[in-house]
């Protein structure tokens, strides 16, 4: 510490005095600018955001507001809209006074119409009623969570007298989504029919969405581009599956009945994607009686008396009139039935709803090796008809065609298969091996362990018996040394010193009482037998 001290007074004494008092004054300056930043930061009030992304009409009436009130305020701008801070001492009470005036304004709705004055014209009221439903609207898209802001316009036709010269209404939206969040497709719709259903004469296909890079978001061009492209897609798709299960239930039958590689199936299926609504109507006739009596009329005339009969000779004087013939009278009897039924007419109202997916067509082409036989051939085909459901009303064909299968592809297989087994099973017998290797590893570590654990042990236990041999040697020395008396006195230990004294304690009671001394240990002795 006294040579740091020295060398800092040296260094000190080699300045002059000029020197000195710049480096004080220096020192000082920057000690003054440090306290004054430190106070001036200290004193400064902490700004918080009074409101957020504000349009600038509101900003500047705020900010007005503020300004009046003398309330401190700063003004930042981004994208996203104006933002106002204010200390943050001071941010409820600018709010509370803001808003009974009023402020913001922001996108107002229908309560725009609170306001109303006596005097105001159509014109202004049309100009209300079209802002309300910008604000109303705007209000509720914002409310969807990927959309941040939201600004609506919306155009509304002028009343016509020519139904031709009238304009449809039509609208566009912008819409400012939040970080990272996308629109999904149901909520695009989902829009689009909020806003066609919020305004009167408004079609979806005259509203527009765009985003704030200028994207449309509803682009009917590629909406259809997108719907015919899934169609054909799906269509496509069911066509392969149904061909698919039908190739594979065709070709698991040929190689069940004439083994794997015997023969080979092909399947073309044709689907009928149309959707037909078929109405039909038959009327049957009635056969005997057998319809549903709709009216029946039965008349009957019965007639008893006499009746003159007729006769009279031949001629011109029996058909002269006037002319009276003889008494001819006679009794007679008369009935007569009718009846008169009307059935109602038998009718069957069909209506069929043709579902698409159903097959056109299909055509099925087998080959077979060239030692299957005739007979065989026909079998097979009659069984694989039969198998993939060919109808020869609506075209379909199938051939069994037998030619020299080339066994190259066969043999390929089975080659591959064969390696990838191999291959499997060298893997699994490197998988064993190396389990092997794993295990002895940790057996020989084991073992090893236990065996340097055994030998050091084994070596402690030779160092304690040397060492309990030395120090058996040693005590007997010693107590060879302490018989001989080569030991002082004051190099004794304590418990040596006690040993002594209690051998020199049996000593002097043998010398002065040997008969008492004998006859004890004659009685240990007695004892111990």
């Given at each position: 510490m006294g040579d740091w001290k020295e060398r800092y007074l040296n260094l000190w004494n080699k300045?002059?005095?000029?020197?000195?008092?710049?480096?004080?004054?220096?020192?000082?300056?920057?000690?003054?600018?440090?306290?004054?930043?430190?106070?001036w930061y200290g004193s400064k009030p902490d700004m918080v955001p009074l409101f957020t992304n504000m349009e600038t009409k509101d900003a500047g009436e705020v900010a007005a507001q503020l300004k009046e009130s003398k309330i401190a305020y700063e003004v930042q701008e981004n994208k996203q809209g104006t933002t106002i801070l204010v200390p943050s001492k001071n941010v409820h009470t600018a709010r509370l006074d803001l808003a009974t005036k009023g402020l913001p304004h922001g996108q107002k709705g229908f309560e725009i119409f609170d306001d109303?004055?006596?005097?105001?014209?159509?014109?202004?009221?049309?100009?209300?009623?079209?802002?309300?439903?910008?604000?109303?609207?705007?209000?509720?898209?914002?409310?969807?969570?990927?959309?941040?802001?939201a600004r609506v316009h919306i155009v509304l036709p002028e009343d016509s007298l020519y139904k031709k010269n009238e304009k449809p209404a039509t609208a566009s939206i912008m819409l400012r989504l939040k970080p990272n969040a996308e629109l999904?497709?149901?909520?695009?719709?989902?829009?689009?029919?909020?806003?066609?259903?919020?305004?009167?004469?408004l079609q979806p296909e005259n509203i527009t969405i765009v985003d704030e890079t200028g994207k449309i978001l509803n682009d009917p061009d590629d909406q259809d581009e997108k719907g015919v492209g899934a169609r054909t897609l799906t269509q496509l798709e069911m066509t392969k599956k149904v061909q698919d299960r039908?190739?594979?239930n065709v070709q698991s039958l040929l190689d069940q009945a004439l083994g794997e590689g015997k023969a080979y199936a092909r399947i073309s299926v044709e689907l009928d994607f149309d959707d037909r609504q078929t109405d039909k109507?038959?009327?049957?006739?009635?056969?005997?009686?057998?319809?549903?009596?709709?009216?029946?009329?039965?008349?009957?005339?019965?007639?008893?008396?006499?009746?003159?009969?007729?006769?009279?000779?031949?001629?011109?004087?029996?058909?002269?009139?006037?002319?009276?013939?003889?008494?001819?009278?006679?009794?007679?009897?008369?009935?007569?039935?009718?009846?008169?039924?009307?059935?109602?007419?038998?009718e069957e109202?069909?209506?069929?709803?043709?579902?698409?997916?159903?097959?056109?067509?299909?055509?099925?082409?087998?080959?077979?090796?060239?030692?299957?036989?005739g007979a065989q051939q026909d079998s097979i085909m009659r069984a694989v008809s039969n198998a993939a459901g060919i109808n020869t009303d609506r075209g379909d064909t199938i051939s069994v065609e037998p030619l020299p299968l080339s066994t190259e592809l066969r043999d390929r297989l089975a080659a591959e298969a064969k390696a990838a087994k191999?291959?499997?099973?060298?893997?699994?017998?490197?998988?064993?091996?190396?389990?092997?290797?794993?295990?002895?590893?940790?057996?020989?570590?084991?073992?090893?362990?236990?065996?340097?654990?055994?030998?050091?042990?084994?070596?402690?236990?030779?160092?304690?018996?040397?060492?309990?041999?030395?120090?058996?040697?040693?005590?007997?020395?010693?107590?060879?040394?302490?018989?001989?008396?080569?030991?002082?006195?004051?190099?004794l230990t304590e418990e040596e010193q006690r040993h002594l004294d209690e051998k020199q304690a049996l000593q002097g009671l043998i010398d002065q009482k040997p008969a008492e001394v004998a006859m004890l240990i004659k009685t240990w002795l007695s004892e111990d037998e």
């Open positions: 300045y002059s005095k000029r020197q000195r008092y710049i480096m004080l004054g220096a020192a000082l300056a920057v000690l003054i600018a440090i306290v004054g930043v430190s106070v109303s004055k006596l005097g105001v014209t159509e014109f202004q009221n049309k100009v209300n009623y079209l802002q309300a439903l910008q604000g109303e609207l705007t209000r509720t898209i914002e409310q969807i969570d990927a959309v941040e802001k999904t497709k149901k909520e695009i719709k989902g829009i689009v029919n909020l806003a066609a259903h919020s305004i009167q004469g039908i190739q594979k109507q038959t009327f049957t006739p009635v056969v005997d009686d057998s319809g549903i009596v709709r009216s029946q009329q039965d008349t009957s005339e019965t007639y008893s008396g006499t009746s003159t009969n007729p006769g009279g000779p031949a001629g011109v004087q029996s058909n002269v009139p006037g002319y009276v013939a003889g008494n001819t009278n006679a009794n007679a009897d008369y009935e007569k039935k009718e009846s008169t039924k009307n059935y109602e007419i038998n109202k069909q209506k069929v709803v043709s579902s698409p997916g159903s097959i056109r067509r299909l055509n099925v082409a087998v080959l077979v090796n060239d030692d299957v036989s191999d291959k499997e099973d060298r893997i699994l017998y490197m998988q064993i091996a190396g389990v092997l290797l794993v295990l002895a590893l940790i057996i020989g570590g084991i073992m090893m362990y236990r065996r340097k654990k055994q030998q050091e042990r084994e070596a402690l236990e030779e160092q304690q018996r040397l060492a309990a041999l030395e120090q058996e040697r040693e005590a007997e020395e010693r107590a060879a040394a302490l018989e001989a008396g080569e030991v002082d006195e004051g190099e």
